[in-house]
């Protein structure tokens, strides 16, 4: 997997905004698949958008292709001012914007400065599933797609515990972390 180098900046135009004293970035939870299409209406209605995106490649049983893909799944991120939030909702795909106790999350500058930098430099970038021992996780990909377990330990790889439950057994196997999503 690597990075897409020639994503612009999330500045509009290629020029640096002037900053507004009251204007923050949010992340912005759209619909499965519609963080391309969010990014694009939200860009084409003047607001300033940010969308990190990674090459993979993907596997099908007649060819391999390399493709776009968002490094945050459903996820787009946007400044603008508190008060204007209500107005993205207009742009279909969008299903919340990310909030804490009632309150939308302010994402920090630095934060997408970083992000930004890392992806207008071309370093690679891995997906990183966020579990920690005894998370419930499934695998997403290779002969073990589809089947669910508990994780025993991460280190780069982690060793997944599945239980045959029919027989009151239960195996530990080394899958990659990039195999994996969280589950509940």
């Known amino acids: ?98 909030s804490s106790e009632g309150k939308p999350c302010e994402v920090r500058d630095d934060e997408i400065i970083l992000l930004e930098k890392i992806m207008s430099h071309g370093f690679p970038v891995q997906k990183v599933v966020n579990c920690m021992v005894g998370d419930k996780v499934r695998v997403v990909r290779g002969p073990l797609k589809g089947w669910a377990g508990k994780v025993e330990t991460t280190r780069g790889t982690s060793r997944i515990v599945f239980q045959l439950t029919s027989i009151l057994q239960s195996i530990s196997v080394e899958v990659g972390m990039e195999d994996l999503e969280k589950v509940g």
């Open 1 to 98: 997997m690597y990075i897409e180098t020639d994503y612009p900046s999330p500045a509009i135009n290629g020029t640096v905004p002037v900053l507004q004293n009251n204007s923050h970035w949010y992340a912005i939870y759209t619909r499965s698949r519609f963080e391309k299409k969010v990014h694009r209406e939200l860009q084409q209605s003047k607001f300033q958008v940010f969308l990190p995106l990674i090459q993979e490649r993907k596997v099908w049983s007649d060819r391999i292709k390399t493709v776009s893909m968002p490094l945050f799944p459903s996820y787009v991120f946007v400044k603008l001012e508190r008060q204007n939030i209500p107005k993205i909702f207009y742009h279909p795909g969008i299903v919340h914007v990310v």
